[in-house]
Each structure stands twice: as C-alpha cells, then as structure tokens.
C-alpha cells in the first residue's frame, strides 16, 4: 500500500550541493518519524539525519552544520538539503519513514534508494 519515493541525486563537484527528497504514497493514517541512511560500496548502512512528528532533529557528526533535514507534512515529504558537499559523501541515500497505516497499526518503510557523487 505505501511507498516511498526519492529523488534529488545526481553528481556534483566538492563544495556543491543537491537537495533529496523522499515523498510517502499509497494509504496511510499519519506520517510518525522520518530519517536519511547512506550507504558507500563495501560500507555498512548509516545513520544520516533524523526528524521526529513534533520536528526535532538530529544528525551524524560527519554532518552536522552542512546538512539539515526537514519536513512539510502537508506534502508528505522529507527533505535532506546538503551543502559544502565533499568527495567522501559519495553513497546511496535512503529514506526511512515509520508510518501508521491505521490508527493502531505502523510500520517502517524504506525509499528506494538515490545516488549522491561528489567528485573531486
């Protein structure tokens, strides 16, 4: 019933910037949290940035101060706006959304995954 859809990746040159998006289709209650994940070739997935239903964040230390997340829930979207990119934030991002479904009943579901290149 629910999917995620992302979009925004792309290749960039170090010190640019790209703005992701993950948009939650299909039928749903409500949207709870909402979060970004990386992952590099041969690397485990990671933890990127997070939002909650009331808006707090946080992020990585590796990222803190160029990236920031954010959401309008009246889109039913997620944002990652990143800035000052560099070379080592090459990687597959993913969106990661916790969902009610009913009132009663919620699930997490993943994005399908965009490609973020930052050459040098």
């Known amino acids: 019933q629910v999917q995620l859809v992302e979009s925004g990746g792309g290749l960039v040159q170090a010190g640019g910037s790209l703005r992701l998006s993950c948009v939650a289709t299909g039928s749903f209650f409500s949207i709870d949290a909402m979060s970004w994940y990386r992952q590099a070739p041969g690397k485990q997935r990671e933890l990127v940035a997070a939002?909650?239903?009331?808006?707090?964040?946080n992020y990585a230390d590796f990222v803190k101060g160029r990236f920031t997340i954010s959401r309008d829930n009246a889109k039913n979207t997620v944002y990652l706006q990143m800035n000052s990119l560099k070379p080592e934030d090459t990687a597959v991002y993913y969106c990661l959304v916790r969902i009610w479904v009913t009132e009663r009943f919620n699930n997490h579901y993943w994005g399908q995954g965009t490609q973020v290149t930052v050459s040098s």
């Open positions: 939002i909650t239903s009331g808006g707090s964040t």
